[in-house]
């Protein structure tokens, strides 16, 4: 197998600070590899290093074979052709006119705008869907055929290297995975080499076979996406807490948990169930608060999201009735929290002994109040009657989280 | 949308001999008479200044779609890198130290040659540890002016009353100022830029992108860059060296040129020198019509056609093929 991209031992930007440092790294062609790292990595150095952009102070780069500084630059630029983040023109180009300026340099010497320099347009036009808008002005597009117009430009210089800095990072999802999937039918039908570099780890991670992890301009890490992208190795990259967990299908997908709210020292308690609190429970991790939660059941939606967001929580077992041992617990928590937030959950025979709960604690309750009477499935529909009782002892009633958040500030 | 917007230049080369001929019998002598002595001077003399509008014409709008285009700026045009002050005060020297009435060509070559040398400076300015940027170039092309345009102005305080007057008439630009060699000189150097700038153009073209996007797509970005500001010196330089000083024809020329055939720029250059021709020879046709027997300054004419010209064009941008 040939390689499209040899690195040894390149270092780049200042002596005294490189911006790479002493970075090897062999790229095999047809292979579709993601560069990842923080902002200051040194991703796009190293995209730069390779198009000749960046002066080498140390090591060698070549590309297919050939030493990157014996390369004239037409002839590099029918090896390798780059899609930046964004290109602007103050011209008026139309689409066609811009994916021509993949032709810039005649292949020949002596040829104008040749019959093959024609049909490499027609060709990257058809290829990346743009046939349609050929005749429209480029500086009118949207984000995304933009970015389709300058892959076309790309493509039109019939490269055999294709390297991409962040294409997607001004696209929208759906434009992202159009962007993405072409470039994997490219890689697939033309056998490009493609080398990207993202801040979109599960992109990169559901796209890419080949990953490379950058950090202070080293490469921490090479591999298919499960050896790269550990918890621990993220985490120690980019400096926060996050999360690598296998989605259904068995994609990877990874969480950045966010951090560094200050916490208020208030603890709240949580009634809820049934996926009624995931959105309380996130918000109230998110904004500080100490959360704890009770009861239910194991398996409960919302029990899985408390698991998650490490709220402490009184659990029962799966669909089990609530036991006096459980509610003694969730009625400890509950105690010792300095407010109680019950959630638009509905109740049945199994949970109606939380707004007990809610009762006997003595400390304030924020209740949710909307549609009591839909989801009260208690055999004597005492809910509405419990409701009534706790809002005529001085409970807040709201109905949507941003109220709730809103009472909570006046609590706290 | 089809591509309508873009026109063909047959009829830009057929306005031509139109235009030269009704430039050619207009004037105050009326149509003169051929066969007389005084009447073949007349129109041998028009035939001169048509020939000098054509080619300053032609100089100063190719110089103005380079420089919009290694700029990437609508405002650019062929003075704002120095050679207008630079070349105004290589003539006022001329005049200054009376070298102009030593040899006709002193004037013209002294304001090619210092027109060149500005412009050389403003780049190696520019360049210091480096390829040039476009705002260095812009940086030290405007203070380099400034300081020239400030020597002319001593220059001209102290020349003497009828020194002045000759600097004057070459500051605001005379289509009457060259003799015949110089103006074929002038010509053929218009003549061979244009060709060269037009063989460029697809790399020009790619230049518009900006620096880097022109070397992935494998031009040689500095090599381009300064063989382009070259080319256009050397076109703003003789247009100078040949007419003084005409404002206005390298700004607007371009816009008109690419909202006629778009901004490709292997066409540009030779369609953008046929409409500054053209102008400048209606231009200088009303400037010594309007008030005849008297005749008002060029630069006058193309300031007061030229700016209402780029107002309407600017209302629809556009379609001058340039975007915001």
């Given at each position: 197998?040939?390689?499209?991209?040899?690195?040894?031992?390149?270092?780049?930007?200042?002596?005294?600070?490189?911006?790479?440092?002493?970075?090897?790294?062999?790229?095999?062609?047809?292979?579709?590899?993601?560069?990842?790292?923080?902002?200051?990595?040194g991703?796009?150095?190293?995209?730069?290093?390779?198009?000749?952009?960046?002066?080498?102070?140390?090591?060698?780069?070549?590309?297919?074979?050939?030493?990157?500084?014996?390369?004239?630059t037409?002839?590099?630029?029918?090896?390798?052709?780059?899609?930046?983040?964004?290109?602007?023109?103050?011209?008026?180009?139309?689409?066609?006119?811009?994916?021509?300026?993949?032709?810039?340099?005649?292949?020949?010497?002596?040829?104008?705008?040749?019959?093959?320099?024609?049909?490499?347009?027609?060709?990257?036009?058809?290829?990346?869907?743009?046939?349609?808008?050929?005749?429209?002005?480029?500086?009118?597009?949207?984000?995304?055929?933009?970015?389709?117009?300058?892959?076309?430009?790309?493509?039109?210089?019939?490269?055999?290297?294709?390297?991409?800095?962040?294409?997607?990072?001004?696209?929208?999802?759906?434009?992202?995975?159009?962007v993405?999937?072409?470039?994997?039918?490219?890689?697939?039908?033309?056998?490009?080499?493609?080398?990207?570099?993202?801040?979109?780890?599960?992109?990169?991670?559901?796209?890419?076979?080949?990953?490379?992890?950058?950090?202070?301009?080293?490469?921490?890490?090479?591999?298919?996406?499960?050896?790269?992208?550990?918890?621990?190795?993220l985490?120690?990259?980019?400096?926060c807490?996050?999360?690598?967990?296998?989605?259904?299908?068995?994609?990877?997908?990874?969480?950045?948990?966010?951090?560094?709210?200050?916490?208020?020292?208030?603890?709240?308690?949580?009634?809820?169930?049934?996926?009624?609190?995931?959105?309380?429970?996130?918000?109230?991790?998110?904004?500080?608060?100490?959360?704890?939660?009770?009861?239910?059941?194991?398996?409960?939606?919302?029990?899985?999201?408390?698991?998650?967001?490490?709220?402490?929580?009184a659990?029962?077992?799966?669909?089990?009735?609530?036991?006096?041992?459980?509610?003694?617990?969730?009625?400890?928590?509950?105690?010792?929290?300095?407010?109680?937030?019950?959630?638009?959950?509905?109740?049945?025979?199994?949970?109606?002994?939380?707004?007990?709960?809610?009762?006997?604690?003595?400390?304030?309750?924020?209740?949710?109040?909307?549609?009591?009477?839909?989801?009260?499935?208690?055999?004597?529909?005492?809910?509405?009657?419990?409701?009534?009782?706790?809002?005529?002892?001085?409970?807040?009633?709201?109905?949507?989280?941003?109220?709730?958040?809103?009472?909570?500030?006046?609590?706290? | 949308?089809?591509?309508?917007?873009?026109?063909?230049?047959?009829p830009?080369?057929?306005?031509?001999?139109?235009?030269?001929?009704?430039?050619?019998?207009a004037?105050?002598?009326?149509?003169?008479?051929?066969?007389?002595?005084?009447?073949?001077?007349?129109?041998?003399?028009?035939?001169?200044?048509?020939?000098?509008?054509?080619?300053?014409?032609?100089?100063?709008?190719?110089?103005?779609?380079?420089?919009?285009?290694?700029?990437?700026?609508?405002?650019?045009?062929?003075?704002?890198?120095?050679?207008?002050?630079?070349?105004?005060?290589?003539?006022?020297?001329?005049?200054?130290?009376?070298?102009?009435?030593?040899?006709?060509?002193?004037?013209?070559?002294?304001?090619?040659?210092?027109?060149?040398?500005t412009l050389?400076?403003?780049?190696?300015?520019?360049?210091?540890?480096?390829?040039?940027?476009?705002?260095?170039?812009?940086?030290?092309?405007?203070?380099?002016?400034?300081?020239?345009?400030?020597?002319?102005?001593?220059?001209?305080s102290?020349?003497?009353?009828?020194?002045?007057?000759s600097?004057?008439?070459?500051?605001?630009?005379?289509?009457?100022?060259?003799?015949?060699?110089?103006?074929?000189?002038?010509g053929?150097?218009?003549?061979?830029a244009?060709?060269?700038?037009t063989?460029?153009?697809?790399?020009?073209?790619?230049?518009?992108?900006?620096?880097?996007?022109?070397?992935?797509?494998?031009?040689?970005?500095?090599?381009?860059?300064?063989?382009?500001?070259?080319?256009?010196?050397?076109?703003?330089?003789?247009?100078?060296?040949?007419?003084?000083?005409?404002?206005?024809?390298?700004?607007?020329?371009?816009?008109?040129?690419?909202?006629?055939?778009?901004?490709?720029?292997?066409?540009?250059?030779?369609?953008?020198?046929?409409?500054?021709?053209?102008?400048?020879?209606?231009?200088?046709?009303?400037?010594?019509?309007?008030?005849?027997?008297?005749?008002?300054?060029?630069?006058?004419?193309?300031?007061?056609?030229?700016?209402?010209?780029?107002?309407?064009?600017?209302?629809?941008?556009?379609?001058?093929?340039?975007?915001?």
């Amino acid at each position: 197998m040939s390689m499209a991209v040899i690195c040894r031992n390149v270092s780049a930007g200042y002596r005294q600070q490189p911006v790479l440092d002493d970075i090897s790294l062999t790229i095999q062609a047809g292979q579709m590899v993601a560069l990842l790292g923080p902002n200051g990595a040194g991703k796009s150095t190293l995209l730069r290093v390779l198009t000749g952009l960046q002066p080498l102070t140390g090591g060698e780069v070549q590309l297919f074979g050939r030493d990157l500084r014996q390369l004239r630059t037409t002839e590099r630029a029918k090896l390798v052709a780059v899609v930046p983040q964004e290109v602007t023109t103050p011209m008026a180009f139309t689409v066609a006119e811009l994916v021509a300026l993949g032709r810039s340099v005649p292949r020949d010497r002596w040829a104008t705008l040749a019959a093959a320099d024609r049909q490499a347009v027609e060709q990257a036009l058809a290829y990346t869907d743009t046939l349609e808008l050929r005749d429209r002005y480029y500086s009118e597009l949207s984000g995304g055929e933009k970015q389709r117009a300058i892959i076309a430009m790309a493509l039109a210089q019939e490269p055999q290297l294709l390297l991409l800095d962040e294409p997607t990072s001004h696209l929208d999802i759906n434009h992202r995975l159009e962007v993405l999937q072409l470039l994997e039918r490219l890689n697939r039908e033309r056998g490009l080499t493609v080398v990207m570099t993202s801040h979109d780890l599960n992109l990169a991670a559901e796209f890419f076979p080949q990953l490379a992890l950058l950090d202070h301009g080293r490469i921490v890490a090479t591999g298919a996406p499960a050896e790269v992208l550990h918890e621990e190795l993220l985490e120690e990259v980019y400096h926060c807490k996050l999360a690598v967990r296998r989605d259904a299908t068995g994609i990877l997908v990874i969480l950045p948990s966010r951090t560094g709210t200050a916490p208020t020292g208030k603890r709240v308690h949580v009634i809820c169930g049934g996926g009624s609190g995931v959105e309380v429970l996130r918000r109230l991790c998110l904004a500080g608060w100490q959360v704890s939660c009770g009861a239910l059941n194991q398996g409960d939606t919302d029990a899985q999201t408390a698991l998650a967001l490490g709220v402490k929580t009184a659990l029962e077992k799966p669909f089990s009735p609530l036991s006096t041992g459980v509610l003694a617990t969730a009625g400890q928590l509950a105690q010792a929290a300095d407010v109680i937030v019950v959630c638009e959950v509905p109740f049945g025979s199994g949970n109606v002994k939380n707004l007990d709960l809610a009762r006997q604690a003595g400390k304030p309750v924020l209740l949710n109040t909307r549609q009591v009477a839909a989801r009260d499935f208690t055999p004597q529909r005492e809910v509405q009657a419990l409701i009534q009782s706790l809002i005529e002892r001085g409970a807040t009633p709201w109905e949507h989280v941003s109220d709730l958040l809103v009472e909570l500030e006046k609590v706290r | 949308m089809s591509n309508s917007r873009r026109w063909p230049i047959w009829p830009l080369l057929l306005a031509v001999p139109v235009v030269c001929a009704g430039a050619l019998l207009a004037g105050a002598a009326g149509l003169p008479d051929w066969h007389t002595p005084l009447g073949r001077a007349v129109l041998e003399l028009r035939l001169h200044r048509i020939l000098t509008g054509l080619v300053v014409g032609a100089g100063l709008a190719g110089a103005g779609v380079v420089m919009q285009a290694l700029l990437r700026n609508p405002l650019a045009e062929p003075y704002v890198l120095g050679v207008s002050s630079g070349a105004g005060l290589g003539a006022a020297l001329a005049v200054f130290f009376g070298w102009s009435a030593l040899h006709l060509w002193a004037v013209p070559v002294a304001a090619f040659v210092t027109g060149i040398v500005t412009l050389t400076i403003v780049y190696f300015l520019a360049a210091r540890g480096g390829g040039a940027s476009i705002y260095g170039l812009l940086l030290s092309g405007i203070i380099v002016s400034a300081v020239l345009s400030n020597l002319l102005m001593l220059i001209v305080s102290l020349a003497p009353t009828e020194g002045m007057h000759s600097i004057l008439w070459w500051i605001l630009g005379n289509l009457q100022l060259s003799a015949q060699p110089l103006l074929l000189t002038g010509g053929a150097l218009v003549l061979g830029a244009l060709i060269i700038l037009t063989m460029l153009g697809a790399q020009l073209n790619a230049l518009t992108l900006g620096r880097e996007a022109a070397h992935h797509l494998g031009v040689r970005t500095g090599l381009m860059i300064a063989g382009c500001l070259a080319l256009a010196t050397l076109l703003a330089a003789t247009a100078v060296a040949l007419a003084g000083l005409i404002g206005f024809i390298g700004l607007i020329v371009p816009h008109a040129a690419r909202a006629w055939v778009g901004p490709d720029h292997r066409k540009l250059p030779g369609v953008a020198a046929i409409i500054g021709g053209l102008f400048l020879v209606v231009c200088d046709t009303v400037a010594r019509t309007i008030v005849a027997p008297q005749e008002i300054p060029i630069g006058v004419v193309t300031a007061l056609v030229g700016g209402p010209f780029f107002l309407a064009l600017l209302l629809r941008r556009r379609k001058g093929g340039w975007i915001e």
